[in-house]
């Protein structure tokens, strides 16, 4: 029984530790866990990959905008002849339903050229002060 009370006086007294034992336990870090070294990501695979997806992007754009101006272009001829029939210079300026600027001016000689820009000159000054929003008008 002596030593069964000698243990538990032992457990009960407070066990003194020194600085230097705390000290050195707080140094001790724990070590990290190895990890396994990661596989490389097929970064090249991805770079070619949206390359390629810019590219065609890019060919589709532009064999679209080929398309567009080649269909504008034969669309004014055709109404440059339509209206050829009908006036022997003109100038036609406008809008697109796009909001690209049309611009069609149809002069064989410097008479006619001249004669135009003295026409738009006259239009100018006669309707500057008038609003916008106005309907078609024939002069």
Do not use: C
């Amino acid at each position: 029984m002596m030593s069964e009370e000698k243990d538990r006086k032992d457990e009960k007294k407070p066990v003194k530790k020194k600085i230097e034992d705390i000290d050195n336990t707080a140094d001790k870090k724990p070590a990290p866990k190895k990890r396994k070294p990661r596989a490389k990501k097929s970064k090249p695979s991805l770079k070619k990959a949206s390359e390629r997806l810019i590219q065609d992007a890019l060919e589709a754009h532009l064999e679209y905008q080929a398309v567009r101006v080649s269909s504008s272009k034969r669309d004014l001829m055709f109404l440059s002849n339509v209206i050829d029939e009908y006036l022997d210079n003109f100038i036609i300026l406008g809008y697109d339903y796009q909001g690209e600027a049309v611009q069609l001016i149809s002069a064989t000689n410097q008479q006619q050229s001249d004669a135009l820009g003295t026409a738009v000159h006259r239009f100018i000054m006669n309707n500057h002060n008038k609003a916008g929003g106005m309907g078609p008008e024939i002069y």
